[in-house]
């Protein structure tokens, strides 16, 4: 198994690719406004781009899907909760970045909903759906139980949690999902976050300055 990330943007936001085999079947987790990097890598490695799973609504983890869900036909998925910023990209570039929108920040023709407790089964992977709102409310971590791996999105960062101060965030409820769907994790999951470098539950159990707010 493959998985490649792809730091993108000048968010420099994490993009997953997950593939079975070079030639064979990928899935993309995040997909930052940056479509020609991620479909040069897709192309590099020869594989099929059949699903793109967003963790949340913010334009630098959506705002290459609909390009690279057009020219692959991968399906798109993302937790309806969000679909006040997923739907709406051109307004969070202007108020979060004060940028005006080019055209390649458009979105996919349609989207698949996630929700909590969901087993999605797709590209030869099995992710577990944990909605995790606080960063935003349709904010969901995927687990990859047999992998022991947690793509974290923006919940959880090695240092660090998501930011609670835009839109829709909350800090308690943040800390909530923190000690109710994250850190009842084991030790050795390996945490992919949407920014930053890889760590792990229990490092940042240990270590994390937030951690005494998610005490269990």
Request: proline share 7%.
């Amino acid at each position: 198994m493959l998985i490649k990330a792809i730091p993108a943007w000048v968010a420099e936001t994490n993009a997953y690719v997950v593939a079975d085999e070079p030639g064979g079947r990928a899935v993309l987790v995040d997909a930052p406004p940056d479509p020609k990097t991620i479909g040069n890598y897709l192309a590099e490695i020869d594989v099929t781009l059949v699903g793109i799973v967003l963790t949340h609504g913010h334009i630098d983890h959506t705002g290459g899907a609909g390009h690279l869900a057009r020219t692959t036909g991968a399906v798109t998925y993302v937790h309806p909760d969000d679909d006040f910023l997923t739907k709406h990209p051109g307004e969070q570039l202007r108020a979060m970045f004060g940028m005006t929108p080019p055209g390649e920040y458009d979105l996919p023709e349609t989207f698949e909903n996630l929700s909590d407790g969901q087993l999605l089964e797709i590209g030869g992977i099995s992710l577990e759906v944990r909605q995790t709102p606080g960063h935003t409310p349709g904010h969901c971590c995927l687990y990859w139980k047999s992998e022991g791996l947690l793509f974290s999105g923006d919940q959880l960062f090695a240092g660090s949690v998501g930011r609670t101060d835009l839109p829709g965030g909350s800090y308690q409820e943040l800390m909530d999902s923190m000690r109710e769907r994250v850190m009842v994790l084991d030790d050795e999951v390996r945490v992919l976050p949407g920014h930053g470098a890889e760590t792990s539950i229990g490092h940042e159990r240990r270590t994390n300055p937030f951690r005494q707010d998610w005490a269990i």
